[in-house]
């Protein structure tokens, strides 16, 4: 009946490029990686989170802070030096053309065991995600806006891939598709044609043109053969880079990374607690007599979390979250000109990264806030006096400055007015113990009719300026159920938790005995990708913490590869050093940047979420015991 309806919807219609498009802002990636040389500074080391804590604006930061951590960066490292074993890395060649029937005989070499009890996703699933992500970006943009697909072609098919296109086709507003051929070169107009001939020389052109017809048709027939066929574009750029929203970039990342994490139950959960690297500095003692006193810090960072899924249903609806498993780190900044903004960048992926070494130490340990059992978060004082009420905690005394509240009848700063006030005030009295006898001696035959008396209005107002005199604020009219900002002011109390209640911190997929952690940084600028793998040593963790170094422990002995003792040098630093490998940037615009970052994240969520015990050493799995278990 209603079907003839349809031919009146019009499908949405491709437009012309805009005009008078500001240029685009031009990508330029950060060049920030320190190299550490052979000489320590052991004065660093005595005093670095003094020296950290001395950083007040981002701009201060230099390489110097740095070198005083021991950073040491492998750029552009390889995917098999970024994950720890590379067996756990799917094979970059070999899933072309291959049917599911051939990706299920890979599932006895391809699945892992995984720490939940579990197996790791089957090579199916992996041959989706690659097609998926293999769908050209204006193919995929004609799906997410509903325009019908080119002559002759299907519509694509998205799958679980679909809110990663949807998000790419909202930054495409701001950012030229890098899969096309730049703008202007398509819009470029062809060259004019060459004069008409005369009437003299039509005839021999004429004749010309007619014998060269063929060779010229048969040209250009074999030239549009030759060429690739580009696809027609849906999108255009229309706004800068940087007057992008900062979300655009995050929801980006995030539905990408959630391509491969939830497969291996894990997902991005945004803290509900700011992360805070804490700096604490070592006990020191400004006189003999004092105390040793410390001081604490912390640089605050805008990155989100990958964390385990809970297994159980109770825990599921608690709303818990296991990890941090890794970081996820999109920034906003598109202005790399100078070494001080590059430095700026790498800080923040640097603290993205002790951060989530700090949250994964605490496993099994208890919160110990800073100013626990300290005298000056327990006792009360008010100015090092004697103590006692001050402000509204003197009932009576109303309070000064306070122009809500009336004058107290009497006082000799209203001058008239407060005379008129207590003239008035009086007068009211008498009014109302005039009444009130009068009202009490005629109502005596009735109980019910003395309580439906009421005294006068002026009689009301006057006793409601005497309870506010008093009180020095109006009474409210419903009782107050949380504390007020003054009495919440008042309170002397620790400083505010820096744990999330509802998360289990767990150091998943560190390796057993080992004396560091690696931590993984997923970082994102522009719309490119970066898989980092920093080494954090325990040692640093506790210097961090306020540890003392060890010369003032009398300890000059460290950890060598091989788990033994040797001898420290002279200036050398406790922990060794801060290894981290980047990978190179991949632009998940580009096909084949974006199944290549793919195969990192797949490689580094297996490696993180193996289970305990195998592939710790480097050496490759074996999948012996799953045999023995599937016969």
Not at 262 to 279: G, I, T
Not at 331 to 349: I, L, P, Q
Request: hydrophobic share 30%; charged share 25%.
């Amino acid at each position: 009946m209603f079907g003839g309806l349809a031919n009146f919807v019009q499908s949405q219609t491709i437009g012309p490029p805009p005009k008078d498009v500001p240029p685009p802002t031009p990508i330029r990636l950060p060049q920030c990686n320190p190299q550490l040389t052979d000489a320590a500074d052991g004065e660093s080391e005595r005093n670095l989170v003094r020296f950290l804590q001395r950083l007040h604006r981002p701009g201060e930061l230099s390489e110097a802070h740095f070198a005083a951590l021991g950073v040491h960066v492998h750029t552009d490292a390889p995917a098999e030096d970024v994950v720890p074993n590379p067996s756990y890395l799917p094979s970059s060649s070999g899933w072309d053309g291959i049917d599911l029937d051939e990706a299920r005989r890979r599932d006895d070499t391809f699945r892992r065991r995984l720490s939940h009890g579990g197996k790791s996703p089957e090579a199916r699933v992996y041959l989706e995600r690659r097609a998926e992500l293999s769908v050209p970006n204006q193919a995929a943009f004609r799906t997410v806006r509903r325009i019908k697909p080119e002559p002759g072609e299907q519509p694509a098919r998205l799958g679980g891939s679909y809110e990663f296109f949807k998000q790419m086709e909202m930054m495409a507003a701001y950012w030229d598709d890098t899969s096309l051929p730049p703008l202007s070169t398509e819009n470029e107009e062809p060259p004019p044609l060459p004069p008409r001939p005369t009437d003299a020389s039509s005839e021999k052109s004429g004749q010309v043109g007619a014998a060269t017809a063929p060779e010229s048709n048969a040209r250009s027939e074999t030239d549009s053969s030759t060429k690739p066929k580009q696809p027609e574009r849906v999108t255009y750029r229309t706004h800068p880079g940087y007057q992008m929203p900062p979300e655009y970039r995050h929801n980006f990342i995030t539905a990408f990374v959630k391509l491969v994490a939830y497969d291996f139950a894990c997902n991005v959960v945004a803290p509900r607690v700011e992360p805070r690297l804490q700096l604490l500095s070592a006990p020191c003692k400004a006189s003999s007599k004092s105390p040793p006193s410390q001081m604490a810090s912390y640089f605050p960072s805008g990155c989100v979390f990958l964390c385990k899924l809970p297994t159980t249903r109770e825990d599921g609806r608690a709303g818990l979250a296991f990890g941090p498993v890794a970081a996820v780190s999109a920034r906003n900044t598109t202005n790399f000109n100078t070494a001080t903004e590059s430095n700026v960048d790498f800080g923040r992926e640097l603290v993205a990264a002790l951060i989530t070494a700090q949250h994964r130490a605490r496993e099994g340990k208890p919160e110990t806030r800073f100013g626990e059992g300290k005298w000056w978060a327990t006792e009360k004082r008010w100015g090092g006096g004697e103590g006692g009420p001050i402000g509204r905690e003197v009932d009576g005394d109303p309070v000064v400055g306070d122009k809500d509240a009336a004058a107290a009848p009497g006082s000799k700063e209203d001058g008239p007015a407060s005379s008129s006030s207590s003239s008035t005030s009086s007068a009211a009295s008498r009014s109302s113990s005039s009444s009130t006898s009068t009202s009490s001696s005629a109502s005596k035959p009735s109980s019910s009719s003395s309580s439906s008396v009421q005294p006068p209005p002026a009689v009301k107002q006057a006793q409601q300026q005497q309870q506010m005199a008093m009180r020095g604020q109006p009474a409210s009219k419903k009782p107050r159920k949380t504390m007020s900002i003054y009495d919440m002011y008042r309170m002397v109390r620790l400083p505010a938790s820096t744990w999330d209640r509802k998360t289990r911190y767990q150091a998943v997929g560190r390796a057993r005995g080992a004396g560091y952690d690696d931590v993984f940084v997923l970082s994102s600028l522009f719309h490119h990708l970066c898989v980092l793998r920093v080494r954090v040593p325990d040692r640093l963790l506790e210097v961090l913490g306020g540890a003392a170094p060890d010369d003032d422990d009398g300890n000059d002995n460290e950890e060598d590869g091989e788990g033994g003792q040797r001898k420290k040098k002279k200036g050398e630093r406790s922990w060794g050093k801060l290894e981290m490998w980047r990978s190179r940037w991949f632009d998940l615009f580009v096909v084949d940047e974006r199944l290549e970052a793919m195969r990192l994240l797949w490689g580094v969520m297996g490696w993180i979420m193996r289970k305990e015990g195998e592939g710790e050493a480097g050496e490759d799995v074996t999948m012996k015991d799953v045999v023995m278990k599937d016969v």
